[in-house]
């Protein structure tokens, strides 16, 4: 069977990042939380997770920096971003498209369409 | 079994300690423990484990190795969720005086073991909470949706449809349906591919006829169902049991139709929750529906009140009844043919029927002159584009038809009227209208000569194309033209 994976979780707020939490962990994932990007950067550095799902706007790195940074990480190992923003303006849509593997869920978000959207992301990368 | 966070602290305990502690679940030691044993006490664990299963209450036994044994079941939302157990070691370096108490050990662990539950109770709690979060959240999801929609004044079929399926996923339905009698357009049912039901509409259709039948008050507006099996008229309609919620749709006294969920999980019942939220959408879409009825009302009532004025100018001009229509038909299968979009296509279509409007400021002796008209009547008749166009000007839902009007009588090639601009310069409405009413002036009567005949009209058409007429949209013409061998027909009809 393949490894469990690993799916880490950015936002400030402790009950968004509580209900993603057991929603995912609910669906056969591992998950690791931080608190911010700059935390999250550490972690996915470091722990190196399958994808993350990041909120928009966080103190200390906000989601579209840690987006930029992680982008030259994905050229060599692809893993999913799903930014959870409220309403998409135009200029986002575009720096969203120019980065590798990300996609956005618009506020107030669906959870266990974040989890569909994991595991449609997992069956055509294995396949 | 959960995880209990306590598994670290008792085995550091026992390190210390000549009373060591273990959980235990039916399948073994829950985390790490002291596997020593020099005196070989943990074979008794597992029987003794096994024992507290089964009396779940505490036990204290004297084992043959002359070793005291304690055990304490740990509940979690009443039943046995493990067992703590607890041993006492005789070592060498540490001889006890004493026996150990009984009481004492039975007060350590009854506090530890309540230290446990606790711990899981909160867990379970947390848990709930979160859950019921989760659907909080997948609930607001849906209503933003939902409130995005109803925003719109055109409801329309596949809004029903992409409505529906987010409530199936949202609530986990196994069927999601909206039946309105009167409006089949978004009467839509959508269903979980696993459900095998034969004739999905005719079981809903059946399912919504038991409601009207059943004697129960639907005072409330709902209808609900949580086990078939207990009623006779519902428990018929399918082998298996089901649970099902029909909502009225209604606005304003008004009766639209049902909003249903339906499921064949039996293990779940339809909530409270479930209930307020479908009968919030059903309101909404009542509203919108509602909305979408006016609208389309007050443009019905426009398109009559447009076509009363035109009745009214062409009776003033005897010899050009249906004109206005008749452009308008052929204006519309041009703009067809060149795929013009639905939002410029109504601008047209009111350009198309408003084109002589001005005709009315024109005097009837000039308009009905049986003869040809002289340089001065000529340039009243030439006022009526612009006579138009100051007419429907007032109106603000028409001012992007204004050029349409203006302009339907400019030349392609600069020699027409009011403002002689040519080419790419008249708007394309004009130039459409333009290509569809030179055709019907010369096939109709006027006051002082016959009308020619289709194939007449068609031939000189095509002459002017390139000076009167844009050539491209003469192309056009003869492609309709060519489609239309029953023009003639439909010109008695109108």
Redesign the interface.
């Known amino acids: 069977m393949d490894k469990k994976k690993t799916i880490l979780i950015i936002d400030d707020d402790v009950h968004i990042r509580r209900i993603l939490e057991i929603k995912i962990k609910h669906s056969g994932y591992d998950t690791l939380t931080a608190k911010n990007g700059k935390q999250g950067l550490e972690i996915i550095q470091d722990q190196k997770p399958d994808a993350v799902i990041s909120d928009l706007n966080m103190p200390r790195l906000d989601g579209e920096a840690l987006c930029k940074l992680t982008d030259p990480i994905k050229k060599d190992r692809p893993f999913l971003t799903i930014i959870i923003t409220a309403r998409i303006n135009p200029q986002e849509q575009k720096w969203i498209d120019e980065m590798i593997d990300t996609m956005f869920m618009e506020k107030p978000f669906s959870p266990s369409k974040i989890v569909e959207a994991l595991a449609k992301y997992f069956e055509n990368t294995n396949s | 079994m959960k995880s209990t966070g306590f598994e670290e602290i008792l085995s550091g305990f026992s390190k210390i300690s000549p009373l060591k502690f273990e959980i235990w679940n039916e399948k073994g030691v829950v985390g790490s423990c002291d596997l020593e044993d020099p005196n070989k006490v943990r074979q008794f664990l597992p029987g003794m484990a096994a024992r507290v299963y089964a009396t779940e209450d505490f036990l204290h036994e004297k084992n043959s190795k002359a070793s005291e044994l304690f055990g304490l079941p740990l509940f979690n939302e009443d039943s046995v969720a493990g067992v703590l157990l607890a041993y006492f070691v005789n070592t060498r370096t540490s001889k006890r005086k004493t026996d150990p108490d009984l009481g004492d050990a039975k007060v350590i662990l009854t506090k530890i073991a309540s230290l446990i539950e606790e711990r899981w109770e909160m867990q379970n709690e947390s ?1 709930t909470l ?2 019921e ?2 659907k909080s ?2 609930s ?5 949706n939902v409130a995005t929609q109803i925003k719109t004044l055109n409801f329309s079929s596949q809004m029903i449809l992409h409505l529906l399926n987010e409530i199936k ?2 609530i986990r339905m196994d069927m999601v349906f909206s039946i309105m009698p009167d409006r089949p357009d978004y009467s839509e049912i959508v269903c979980r591919e696993e459900i095998k039901i034969k004739d999905e509409p005719g079981f809903v259709a059946s399912l919504i006829k038991a409601v009207e039948n059943s004697n129960k008050e639907l005072d409330e507006g709902y209808f609900i169902v949580n086990n078939s099996a207990d009623s006779k008229s519902f428990s018929k309609l399918n082998k298996n049991p089901f649970r099902f919620l029909a909502v009225k749709i209604t606005h304003n006294e008004n009766f639209f139709g049902w909003l249903g969920i339906f499921s064949l999980n039996m293990d779940d019942i339809i909530k409270r929750s479930e209930l307020r939220l479908l009968v919030s959408i059903a309101e909404q879409i009542g509203v919108v529906i509602a909305n979408t009825d006016l609208y389309n009302n007050l443009e019905d009532f426009g398109i009559n009140i447009v076509k009363s004025l035109i009745v009214t100018i062409e009776a003033k001009d005897v010899y050009t009844g249906g004109h206005s229509e008749r452009v308008h038909n052929i204006t519309m299968r041009m703009a067809k043919e060149l795929g013009i979009n639905e939002e410029d296509t109504k601008i047209l279509n009111w350009s198309a029927l408003l084109h002589d409007v001005g005709k009315i400021g024109i005097p009837e002796s000039i308009l009905n002159k049986p003869a040809r008209l002289d340089d001065k009547e000529y340039e009243v008749i030439k006022s009526h584009p612009l006579k138009g166009a100051e007419i429907i000007s007032p109106l603000e839902y028409l001012s992007e038809s204004i050029p349409g009007v203006l302009h339907h009588h400019e030349a392609y090639d600069g020699t027409g009227y009011p403002s002689r601009i040519k080419g790419e310069q008249i708007p394309l409405f004009s130039r459409i209208i333009s290509v569809a009413d030179t055709f019907d002036a010369i096939t109709s009567d006027r006051a002082y000569r016959k009308g020619a005949s289709f194939e007449k009209g068609h031939a000189i058409i095509n002459e002017v194309a390139g000076t009167q007429l844009d050539p491209d949209l003469v192309q056009i013409f003869n492609k309709i033209y060519k489609k239309s061998k029953t023009w003639q027909i439909q010109r008695q009809i109108i």
Do not use: F, K, W
């Open positions: 848990d979160i859950t979060l989760d959240y997948e607001l999801h849906l209503y933003s996923d949202n």
